[in-house]
């Protein structure tokens, strides 16, 4: 100890230099080998978490690959005569022979491995496809990934689980950046009925999410709620597939004129996606606040205010703003100015359905400030621009009344609307209703973060040695360390 630390205080800074340099920082390739070993690792003691381990590695590796990484460790982990290698070697770039040597030679331990394992194959599989994609080689990702799919469909080991879920993903991703979604469904569906057979839940419900993905982006939504309805209901492993599905679940059931289930569906989406997947709170943020909108309720400013997401949510906010003043011809005009940034975030239809809550908001703030208004007074305050705007305002005013909107009544004699005194809600039913939404919100949330919590394994028979403990603490380390980067990559 004493000498480490007279080393360290010395003058002579520059000695350890060529110590340094002697012993480089381990390379892209020398990070795959070891990724590698450990799918061994776990395909032969039947580990699944040490599967997902190799994921969540080569996830935070991605950005450093090259073409040459990817063909030195093709030729390292696949043998020279296998179908595998000729075809993922065929879809990898060239490059200079002289690089791939340089960077070979750099290991510092050699590593090998057990060749013919499935799951071996099936991570090359996924690293080729992973790369031509980042690479925006899309033709030859499509080629990857129809002949990743043609093998896994040969398959039936449960620690290829992890892996075939990941290149489902990556499979839709690559045909939906094609625009070629709709060539796909029929494997798809293929696929969910086989990871049904074989009891495979994690490919389930990531083949059910890109099911619904891919049919609500044809505005299939009939579709979707019967796939939906009728796939097998079973315990979400993924946080992240289960935030897409009630996304998707939130989307279809707005569609389906369902407010209330629509909201609490795309609220708790955005609760529960990780802080790094912003587009995809942005999104959850979107539809709640139209759904919020059509349930006649005003989202809070600090909604449009998050972190990261005020610029996406202006057209949102000021649309918000025209909702709450009644104001009509600003709707109008606020629709018309984002009409491009609604289209794409498909909501533009909805926006439409808010036409009559802008209506209704400002007939109700009229019926508060006026005790008497004249049906053409009301027509000219709302900016009705029909033919015959009295008769259009006798029926809008009709319809509240009947709806319970506002409390009045029509004197069709004078054509007048008289509104009734208000009177205290704290002699209605409506405080104890919001108190029982908020108490069973938080029972809800409460059983969910009971459900949520996970146990070490039989904690209660044997107990757990060093090395076990030493090895938890170092993979639980590693999952806290790659969790950004591996949520950023899956939203």
């Not at 004249?374 to 005013?397: G, H, M, Q, Y």
Request: glycine share 2%; proline share 4%; net charge neutral.
């Amino acid at each position: 100890m004493t000498t480490d630390v007279q080393m360290s205080d010395s003058e002579p800074q520059p000695a350890a230099t060529p110590a340094a340099a002697a012993a480089p920082a381990p390379s892209a390739l020398q990070h795959l080998k070891e990724i590698a070993s450990v799918i061994e690792a776990g395909s032969l003691s039947k580990e699944v978490r040490r599967i997902s381990r190799a994921v969540r590695l080569t996830v935070a590796l991605r950005r450093r690959l090259a073409a040459r990484d990817v063909s030195a460790f093709l030729a390292f982990a696949l043998p020279p005569s296998s179908e595998a290698y000729s075809r993922l070697t065929s879809l990898v770039p060239k490059e200079d022979e002289t690089e791939m040597d340089v960077d070979a030679a750099a290991p510092a331990t050699q590593i090998s491995i057990k060749h013919g394992l499935p799951e071996i194959e099936i991570y090359c599989y996924l690293l080729v496809l992973i790369f031509l994609i980042d690479q925006k080689k899309y033709d030859d990702a499509k080629a990857c990934a129809n002949a990743s799919i043609a093998r896994l469909k040969n398959l039936n080991r449960r620690t290829v689980d992890v892996l075939a879920s990941r290149l489902y993903f990556y499979y839709s991703y690559v045909h939906e950046l094609t625009n070629s979604l709709a060539e796909i469904r029929g494997n798809l569906l293929a696929l969910h009925r086989m990871a049904t057979l074989h009891r495979d839940e994690l490919g389930q419900e990531t083949l059910l999410n890109l099911l619904l993905r891919n049919y609500l982006h044809y505005n299939l939504y009939d579709q979707a709620e019967k796939l939906r309805s009728k796939a097998p209901r079973f315990e979400a492993h993924s946080n992240q597939q289960f935030c897409r599905y009630l996304f998707y679940l939130g989307k279809i059931r707005t569609i389906q004129l369902e407010y209330t289930d629509a909201k609490e569906s795309l609220l708790q989406a955005a609760r529960k996606a990780p802080i790094a997947a912003r587009g995809f709170r942005i999104q959850c943020n979107k539809w709640a606040i139209i759904v919020r909108l059509l349930l006649g309720e005003i989202p809070e400013r600090t909604v449009f205010m998050q972190k990261g997401m005020k610029e996406a949510l202006t057209p949102y906010f000021e649309l918000t703003n025209a909702v709450r003043i009644g104001d009509l011809e600003l709707f109008r005009a606020v629709a018309d100015k984002f009409a491009s940034t609604f289209s794409a975030d498909r909501t533009r239809n909805l926006i439409v359905r808010l036409r009559h809550n802008v209506i209704r908001t400002g007939l109700r703030n009229i019926s508060i400030s006026y005790s008497r208004i004249s049906l053409a007074d009301i027509a000219k305050k709302l900016r009705l621009d029909s033919e015959n705007p009295v008769a259009d305002a006798e029926s809008i005013v009709a319809k509240a009344i009947r709806d319970g909107a506002i409390d009045a009544t029509i004197d069709h004699a004078n054509g007048w609307m008289v509104s009734k005194e208000t009177g205290d809600v704290y002699s209605t039913n409506e405080p104890q209703i919001a108190f029982n939404s908020r108490i069973a919100f938080c029972l809800n949330m409460h059983n969910e973060a009971v459900k949520a919590m996970r146990f070490p394994p039989n904690s209660h028979k044997e107990k757990e040695s060093a090395e076990k403990r030493r090895e938890r603490l170092q993979q639980e380390e590693e999952l806290a360390k790659h969790m950004a980067e591996e949520d950023d990559d899956d939203f």
